[in-house]
Each structure stands twice: as C-alpha cells, then as structure tokens.
C-alpha cells in the first residue's frame, strides 16, 4: 500500500464526529418518519435541541439533511424544501419568506486546490429576505443570495447574487431583474429596487405580508 500522498486532516474533532453521530441517528428516527410537512413543529424543536435557531413558523422537510444544526439559522416563514443537502461546515442563514426548494445543495466548504494537503475551507451562506433557490440548485461557499433574488432550478452560483436579480446556468449568470406585478394598481410592474420595496411595505402595512 502506498503512502498518502496529501496527508489530509480532518477538521473535525472526536467530539464533533460523535456530536453529529448522534444528530443524525436522531433526526433519521425521530423526523424522517413524518412525511413532507407533518410534525413540523416536532422537527423544528429536534433542531433546536442541537442548537439551530429556528422560528416558529419556519418549515424544514423530514427529508432535509442538515451536517450541522448548531450552525443553522431560519428566520420567520424560511423553507427548506424536500431533499435539500445543508452542509453547513460554516454558518448557514436562511432569511424571512426565503425558500430553498427540492435537492438543493447548500455547500459551505470546499478544498483548498493550491495545497498539496488538500485542506477544507469554510465561508458562510446567507439566503436573505424572499429569495427563492429553486429545485437542484447549488450555492457554493461564501455566497449571499440577495433579497428577493432567484436562483433558476440547477443553477450553480458561485457569486453573490444581487437582490431582486434572477440568475441560472453553469456558472450562474445574470438573466434578468425580478419584477413584482401591483395588482391593486391595475397591474403595474414594480422594476426598481425602490418600487419593490415600496409594495412589499404597502403590503405589509395591509396586513398581506
């Protein structure tokens, strides 16, 4: 047998292995037999016993793996869909009425290509206010997902996106400018940040939101 060529080191300690041993046996037993969106104050709670921060009214799917609750936080009405992989090595912060729909991998280590030991790195992910990471996308180490911003299904976004953008491809680019529709004013689109920011607040003030 020949020798190991990278000398590679865990990052990890016997206390975290055990720690996340211990997660997973008891998310696998205790969540995943509830279907979809069942006991979802029952999963909210198991993650909250080991350490995320998560709202009332946050939903997390049984069949959501999270690497890490303790570095997890969902604020108000945050979603992560069925299937979606957190792996949160690093802090991971998904923001009000934002979603991260099915298979979605967020990915907040990598490796160190220009070290021949292969080391990990680590950089948060943050998903803000109404941001939507749709179905089988991946959102790569130290990425901000800007408010109300979408990331198209399969996207692979490496880069901060801007809010209220919508991006897609391989690597993620740039397609167009979201644009929210003001169906009390007939209909008028609401193309710039400010316009945005305008109706969401109308919206609220009125109780919708």
């Not at 979603?99 to 280590?109: G, K, M, N, P, Y």
């Not at 749709?134 to 198209?152: D, K, L, N, P, R």
């Not at 305008?198 to 609220?204: G, H, M, P, Q």
Request: hydrophobic letters at 45%; one cysteine or more; a positive charge.
């Amino acid at each position: 047998m020949g020798n190991d060529l990278m000398e590679f080191q865990t990052p990890y300690s016997k206390a975290n292995k055990l720690r996340r041993l211990v997660w997973t046996f008891t998310w696998t037993c205790f969540a995943r037999p509830f279907p979809r969106s069942m006991a979802m104050r029952w999963k909210r709670m198991l993650l909250c016993a080991f350490g995320a921060k998560i709202a009332p009214t946050a939903a997390v799917y049984a069949t959501v793996r999270v690497f890490q609750p303790w570095l997890l936080t969902m604020d108000d009405y945050a979603c992560l869909a069925e299937g979606v992989d957190c792996y949160n090595a690093a802090p991971v912060h998904i923001g009000r009425n934002a979603t991260v729909s099915q298979r979605a991998f967020l990915c907040t280590a990598s490796h160190d290509i220009t070290d021949p030991h292969h080391h990990q790195t680590e950089a948060p992910i943050v998903i803000e206010d109404r941001a939507w990471v749709c179905a089988e996308a991946f959102v790569g180490q130290g990425v901000t997902v800007g408010e109300g911003a979408v990331c198209a299904a399969r996207a692979v976004v490496v880069k901060d996106v801007e809010p209220w953008t919508v991006v897609g491809g391989n690597p993620a680019k740039l397609i167009k400018n979201r644009v929210l529709i003001d169906i009390k004013r007939g209909g008028v689109k609401c193309e710039t940040v400010e316009e945005i920011k305008a109706l969401l607040a109308d919206l609220e003030k009125g109780g919708v939101l």
